[in-house]
């Protein structure tokens, strides 16, 4: 459990350290992107319980961040 504190920590400090280097807005947005699909995943399986879960259940609870982040990818790159 300490491990996923710990990798979440990690998610979360990256884009401000990869702000603070100065890499550039592009990429930082898609860096953004995959890591809150990460976090997701790791949110999903470890605190909410659904490792265990039944495959459906456990595909419904992780599939609502990578639609949003396709959604906001695709708003994204249209303006």
């Known amino acids: 459990m ?10 979360t400090a990256l884009p401000v350290i990869a702000l603070e280097v100065g890499i550039g ?3 930082l947005a898609w860096l953004v992107f ?3 699909v990460v976090k997701a995943v790791l949110l999903v399986d470890h605190f909410m319980e659904m490792k265990h879960a039944p495959r459906g259940w456990r595909l419904a609870a992780q ?10 990818a695709g708003f994204h790159t249209l303006t």
């Open 2 to 11: 300490l491990m996923i504190y710990f990798a979440l920590m990690i998610c």
């Open 25 to 27: 807005p592009e990429f």
């Open 34 to 36: 995959v890591l809150v």
């Open 63 to 72: 599939l609502w961040a990578p639609v949003v982040v396709f959604a906001v």
